[in-house]
């Protein structure tokens, strides 16, 4: 939208004034009969993303891409619990680099681009190929289409994020995380690899099946899944939050792979809680 300045310019007249005598109104109104205006229209220019190339958040950026690449690695080499770790450490680089580059003031186009490459081997290719070395093989050609859905949705849902960026609301995210859904299927690989699910051997390929169709579906769909952007570490929070943090160190310690499958599942459906919330009241969740 315009906006407009009046700028005043002195008329020849002035060069003789006439005597001014002060009225009920002013002097405003002596003077303004020797001025005139003319209006200035200034066009908001949106301001340009910089284009240039920071090191402290395209560091994280990197490591979070080499977590992912050794993730595949150590899939190969039939380490998927090492993979697995790898996929959740790559998710931690992630959130930092966004939050430092805003912190620092160090936003650019650059760094938006990498980001989106970095996230798309972290966590639509690296989960992918790591379940399906792991357990999706031994279904045949609906381990590899489970795989490739899951690889597909991530890249769309990475897609339709850069796209949206401006548009969408900054609380929410449309579909589910890429990080998340990557999360979710570390997750499952990790806990399974401990042997902490009394769970029959030959039902593990089409539970990993499941969740990766699952979180592939759910990238791509228009379910709003909280994004935590509103919350701001620079300011003060409550006392309970505090405790609720020191809580959740404590579960994850006591059982990592049990913890953090069962947040992002609970995350993973949030979504479509949300989305019912909204059918059956009938307004928008906030």
Same mark, same amino acid.
């Given at each position: 939208m315009s906006?407009f300045?009046?700028?005043?310019?002195?008329?020849?007249s002035?060069?003789?004034?006439?005597?001014?005598?002060r !009225?009920?109104?002013?002097?405003?109104?002596a003077?303004?009969?020797?001025?005139?205006?003319?209006?200035?229209?200034?066009? %908001?220019?949106?301001?340009?993303r !910089?284009?240039?190339?920071?090191?402290?958040?395209?560091?994280?950026?990197?490591?979070?891409?080499?977590?992912?690449?050794?993730?595949?690695v150590?899939? =190969?080499? +039939?380490?998927?619990?090492?993979a697995?770790?790898?996929?959740?450490?790559?998710?931690?680089?992630?959130?930092m680099?966004?939050?430092?580059a805003r912190?620092?003031?160090?936003?650019?186009? $650059?760094?938006?681009?990498? %980001? !989106?490459?970095? +996230? =798309?081997?972290?966590?639509?290719?690296?989960?992918?190929?790591?379940?399906?070395?792991?357990?999706?093989? +031994?279904?045949?050609k609906?381990?590899?289409?489970?795989? $490739?859905?899951?690889?597909?949705?991530a890249?769309?849902?990475?897609?339709?994020?850069?796209v949206?960026?401006?548009?969408?609301?900054k609380?929410?995210?449309?579909g589910?995380?890429?990080?998340?859904?990557?999360?979710?299927?570390?997750?499952?690989?990790?806990?399974? +690899?401990?042997?902490?699910?009394?769970?029959?051997?030959t039902?593990?390929?089409?539970?990993?099946?499941?969740?990766?169709?699952y979180?592939?579906?759910?990238?791509?769909?228009?379910?709003?899944f909280y994004s935590?952007?509103?919350?701001?570490?620079?300011?003060?929070?409550?006392?309970g939050? =505090?405790?609720? =943090?020191?809580?959740?160190?404590?579960?994850?310690?006591s059982?990592?792979?049990?913890?953090?499958?069962?947040? $992002?599942v609970?995350?993973s459906?949030?979504?479509?809680v949300?989305?019912?919330w909204?059918?059956?009241?009938?307004?928008?969740? !906030?």
């Amino acid at each position: 939208m315009s906006t407009f300045r009046r700028r005043g310019r002195i008329d020849r007249s002035r060069l003789n004034p006439p005597p001014v005598e002060r !009225s009920e109104d002013g002097w405003a109104d002596a003077l303004g009969d020797h001025l005139d205006y003319e209006v200035e229209d200034l066009h %908001d220019k949106p301001r340009r993303r !910089s284009k240039g190339i920071y090191l402290l958040p395209n560091a994280f950026t990197t490591a979070a891409l080499f977590s992912g690449f050794f993730a595949i690695v150590n899939a =190969m080499n +039939d380490q998927f619990q090492i993979a697995a770790i790898a996929i959740f450490a790559s998710l931690v680089l992630d959130g930092m680099d966004g939050r430092i580059a805003r912190m620092t003031n160090t936003q650019s186009a $650059f760094g938006e681009q990498y %980001d !989106s490459l970095a +996230d =798309m081997v972290s966590f639509g290719v690296a989960p992918a190929l790591v379940a399906y070395e792991w357990a999706l093989k +031994d279904l045949g050609k609906w381990g590899w289409l489970a795989a $490739f859905t899951y690889c597909a949705g991530a890249a769309l849902r990475l897609a339709r994020f850069n796209v949206n960026t401006g548009v969408v609301d900054k609380k929410f995210f449309q579909g589910l995380p890429s990080p998340a859904a990557g999360a979710l299927m570390a997750g499952f690989i990790w806990l399974a +690899d401990d042997n902490k699910i009394p769970v029959r051997d030959t039902a593990i390929p089409w539970i990993t099946f499941f969740i990766a169709v699952y979180a592939g579906l759910t990238m791509v769909s228009n379910a709003r899944f909280y994004s935590g952007k509103a919350l701001d570490i620079r300011y003060r929070v409550p006392f309970g939050v =505090m405790v609720l =943090m020191i809580l959740g160190f404590v579960l994850v310690s006591s059982n990592p792979p049990l913890t953090l499958f069962g947040v $992002f599942v609970v995350y993973s459906i949030s979504g479509y809680v949300i989305w019912a919330w909204e059918r059956l009241r009938g307004r928008s969740f !906030s």
